[in-house]
């Protein structure tokens, strides 16, 4: 039996994949409300094709519980956040789970750590922690994840993955493992190359999203349109350059970087600014709200709507959101909550909330597109008659943007 720890984003969508590939499994999670809720058939939070896969995984007998079991094979999936003041890891929450493995593994058992973690993390805390229980029996292995909310079922089945072990026996016997599923290419590695591949993804892609945020800067500052400037240098085979927004949101790319900004202070300069760069952009929207507010006349700041609270399209995540920064923003400069709409977030979860385009578009006079969702791309004729910031390009000619 594999026993799946944490079934939030990742180790759901990873429990259902092993189980409804013929692989037993035990899911845990201390949050008894969400075992519940997965015992009763029903999902935690909407993804694309994850209502059929735990149909499949229920079929094929998937256990949910708040017990660790007493296994051979452990697959650690926890939140990992950082310190915001020293950018360093906060590794609490796998040791934890890693402690209340000890007590249960089987001797010899092979403990895998799905958690993005900061290269050397499993050296410096892990391998102690098993030292001071007693447990240096249990073999370490890290598999990190690589899947996106939106995305996640296909994902899972295509993209190549990473294995980190400490001898080739082990590593190839997780590679089977996820090999029952995973269609990609699987790559068996030491532990901290595997650890360092991941938090490098991630800061490529923050370096370069930072890069697009500083040039949409520039073209503002000169009345040129960024868009157009990058769609014709990404027609250069080797120039690929992602798309400016209003903030870098989710669990990867917006904090993985700073483990790196933590870890090597002195020789991340380039990670470090480009998260600094890219952390401002909530602020700096709320600039170009002030700016165009002033240019159209409009004095009256409660009729300004943000559409969008997840971080990204179509996803119900709202980890790390640029709008709910943008509003911590607001708060802390002691402005008036700005409304807020999103489809795909049907609790209350910020002040002045609406749960109706219709009813949020009535009640505001600018609108600041933050998240392109199908809803807004589809329903553009209904803020004709709006003044629009547009954050992510969404509403072609006639709005403003960043």
Excluded at 217 to 246: A, S, T
Aim: aromatic share 6%; proline share 4%.
């Amino acid at each position: 039996m594999v026993n799946v720890i944490g079934l939030g984003y990742i180790g759901l969508p990873t429990a259902l994949m092993l189980a409804s590939h013929g692989v037993e499994v035990a899911g845990t999670d201390y949050n008894e409300e969400l075992v519940k809720t997965l015992n009763s058939g029903h999902v935690t939070f909407k993804e694309h094709g994850l209502d059929e896969l735990l149909r499949d995984a229920i079929k094929a007998g998937i256990q949910f519980t708040t017990e660790y079991q007493e296994t051979d094979i452990y697959v650690v999936s926890v939140p990992t956040p950082y310190d915001k003041f020293s950018k360093k890891i906060d590794a609490k929450y796998v040791l934890s789970a890693v402690q209340d493995v000890m007590k249960k593994a089987l001797f010899g058992a092979t403990v895998v750590i799905e958690s993005t973690i900061s290269p050397g993390t499993i050296d410096r805390m892990v391998r102690p922690a098993l030292k001071a229980g007693g447990r240096m029996d249990l073999h370490l292995v890290h598999a990190p994840e690589r899947i996106i909310p939106g995305n996640m079922v296909y994902e899972l089945l295509h993209n190549n993955r990473t294995i980190g072990a400490d001898d080739r026996d082990t590593g190839e016997k997780i590679r089977s493992l996820y090999a029952s599923f995973c269609q990609g290419e699987i790559v068996v590695t030491d532990i901290r190359t595997a650890e360092m591949s991941k938090v490098v993804e991630n800061t490529y892609r923050a370096v370069n999203i930072a890069f697009a945020n500083e040039l949409a800067k520039i073209c503002r500052h000169d009345g040129m349109d960024v868009y157009e400037i990058i769609r014709i240098c990404n027609m250069h085979p080797r120039v690929n350059i992602l798309q400016p927004g209003p903030g870098v949101g989710g669990h990867c790319i917006s904090v993985d970087p700073w483990f790196l900004v933590g870890d090597y202070p002195s020789l991340a300069k380039v990670i470090d600014e480009s998260m600094r760069t890219n952390d401002a952009m909530p602020a700096f929207v709320l600039h170009r709200v002030y700016d165009i507010m002033r240019e159209q006349g409009m004095k009256d700041l409660g009729r300004v709507g943000l559409y969008g609270l997840t971080y990204k399209e179509n996803v119900d995540d709202m980890r790390e959101s640029p709008t709910l920064q943008l509003l911590e923003s607001q708060e802390k400069h002691l402005g008036e909550p700005l409304k807020v709409y999103d489809p795909l977030i049907a609790e209350d979860v910020v002040e002045n909330q609406y749960h109706d385009l219709d009813e949020f578009l009535d009640a505001v006079d600018l609108v600041v597109v933050m998240v392109g969702h199908d809803e807004i791309r589809e329903n553009r004729e209904k803020m004709k008659n709006k003044v629009v910031l547009d954050t992510r390009n969404v509403c072609g000619g006639g709005c403003y943007h960043l």
